[in-house]
């Protein structure tokens, strides 16, 4: 009466990739009729743990055959790192749900930059004139964007971070409005209209506009269980356009993702491909004058990890991490490591995988760069850092993106289909197309 009635069994075997299904107070009888064919076999059991159905104490001396709890659980998640055919369909297709949702937000900040967004102070709002102005009508889109095509759940709590609040990594709050500016009067002098807040100027009457600030939306959702996970980071006020700042900090972000992913072929350690961010970052900080020093010695004393903390990116399928205990593994046991990972431990402290890669594997490969003053405290004092030019750049926040690729058995294929080249952003983002 409460809760719609579960399905039946020939429903649920059509459901389910199971070669029988049946009630669960028939397990034991089903169990015993399978074990007396093979009755000195040893019995795999999931541990005793609170994710898993406990089993009776009794439960080997029924059969007369051993149990353990010492593998089953390893093998499961060690077969979860290779994905089947069936499985990469279900992820792209999570992928390209997500894709277009991200794409949505891009082109309703669009459409409000450009000022097809006609205010309504009373009244139902309909769906074509709502505006994102705060970081939970972000996440109300999105989610509604995945919906309407079927995805009926999101594979992790959207992080939807405007401005500075885009340093915290794992920003769920999605609760603050985004940063006003001044008002101004309505003039267009260039074809590119300010965002404002929908309160349309007549006659002379001003405008409400944005202060330039970045949206990072790390968001995306599952499709028939399997994960999607995604960020896009765009501009907001100044005319849908990224600031100079913000403009290079995310022009070395994508040059880190984008030579990553031309680095991804079988073989290759996830380390090595990390460190290679590390790299770059360096480098282009001290072209911008952010570092000063020596590249080496820069990349040596371990400062970027202020800069760039996390991973690289994680294995994704049934779960957004898919699955930590096996795509990293302890490190006292990983004979994988390369040694080089051995001189600068700060940077793979956060790895979600340490392994090399295989075909069928599927991951995330999402660097970031972000300005967190509880991060940028401890190395305030760094004799490699020109704290006078990092100053210009704190106030962009972070700048994240990521996309799911696919280790094929030549490289990879890239499953998330939004764009993110810095022309495509800003031309959606100012409702130029």
Same mark, same amino acid.
Request: negative net charge; aromatic residues 8%; glycine residues 8%.
């Given at each position: 009466?409460?809760?719609?009635? @579960? @399905? ?9 990739? =199971? ?27 999931? *541990?005793? $743990? *609170?994710?898993? *159905?406990?089993?009776? #104490?009794?439960?080997?001396? !029924? ?13 499961? &998640? ?12 279900? $992820? ?24 097809? $967004?006609?205010?309504?102070? +009373? ?20 989610? =509604? ?13 959207? $992080? ?9 990594? &794992? ?31 007549? !006659?002379?009457?001003?405008? #409400? ?25 765009? *501009? ?13 900090? /995310? ?14 072929? @079988?073989?290759? &350690? ?26 080496? +010695? ?33 490190? #006292?046991?990983?004979?994988?490591? @390369? ?8 940077? /793979? ?15 995330? %490969? ?19 850092? !020109?704290?006078?030019?990092?100053? #210009? ?10 996309? %799911?690729?696919?280790?094929? +058995? !030549?490289?990879? +294929? ?20």
């Amino acid at each position: 009466m409460w809760s719609p009635p @579960p @399905p039946t069994l020939q429903a649920a075997t059509d459901m389910l990739d =199971a070669h029988s299904v049946k009630y669960t107070d028939d397990f034991l009888s089903t169990l015993t009729t399978i074990v007396a064919q093979c009755p000195d076999a040893l019995i795999h059991t999931l *541990p005793a $743990i *609170p994710q898993f *159905p406990s089993l009776s #104490k009794n439960f080997a001396s !029924n059969f007369g055959g051993s149990t353990t709890s010492a593998y089953l659980l390893s093998a499961l &998640h060690l077969a979860r790192l290779i994905k089947t055919p069936h499985e990469i369909e279900l $992820i792209r297709k999570a992928n390209a749900i997500s894709s277009r949702a991200h794409e949505v937000i891009m082109r309703v900040l669009g459409k409000d930059a450009k000022g097809l $967004i006609l205010g309504q102070e +009373e009244g139902v709002v309909m769906p074509d004139q709502w505006r994102i102005e705060k970081e939970a009508s972000a996440e109300a889109i999105f989610v =509604a964007s995945c919906r309407r095509e079927g995805a009926n759940h999101q594979a992790y709590l959207p $992080i939807c971070a405007s401005a500075q609040r885009a340093s915290t990594l &794992h920003y769920c709050c999605n609760d603050r409005e985004f940063a006003w500016g001044p008002f101004i009067p309505q003039h267009d002098t260039d074809g590119d209209l300010p965002h404002t807040n929908g309160t349309n100027g007549v !006659n002379g009457v001003s405008k #409400k506009t944005f202060i330039p600030q970045v949206l990072l939306l790390d968001a995306g959702c599952e499709w028939n269980n399997y994960a999607s996970d995604i960020t896009r980071t765009t *501009p907001i006020g100044n005319g849908g356009k990224f600031t100079k700042e913000a403009r290079e900090i /995310y022009s070395l972000v994508l040059k880190m993702q984008n030579d990553s992913i031309d680095a991804l072929q @079988p073989g290759v &350690h996830w380390d090595t491909i990390h460190l290679g961010c590390h790299k770059t970052l360096v480098k282009r900080f001290l072209e911008l004058g952010i570092f000063k020093g020596n590249e080496d +010695e820069v990349l040596r004393s371990g400062v970027s990890a202020a800069f760039f903390p996390h991973g690289l990116g994680h294995s994704l399928g049934l779960d957004v991490h898919d699955v930590p205990s096996a795509s990293k593994p302890d490190e #006292k046991f990983n004979m994988t490591i @390369p040694e080089e990972s051995r001189q600068n431990p700060e940077f /793979y402290r956060y790895l979600r995988l340490r392994l090399p890669l295989e075909a069928g594997m599927v991951l995330t %490969v999402e660097p970031g760069v972000y300005f967190s003053p509880h991060l940028l405290a401890p190395v305030r004092s760094s004799p490699y850092i !020109n704290q006078e030019v990092l100053a #210009k750049y704190e106030s962009v926040g972070g700048v994240r993106i990521e996309d %799911v690729l696919l280790i094929t +058995e !030549n490289g990879s +294929e890239n499953l998330t289909t939004v764009g993110k080249d810095v022309d495509w952003i800003e031309k959606v983002c100012s409702g130029r197309v």
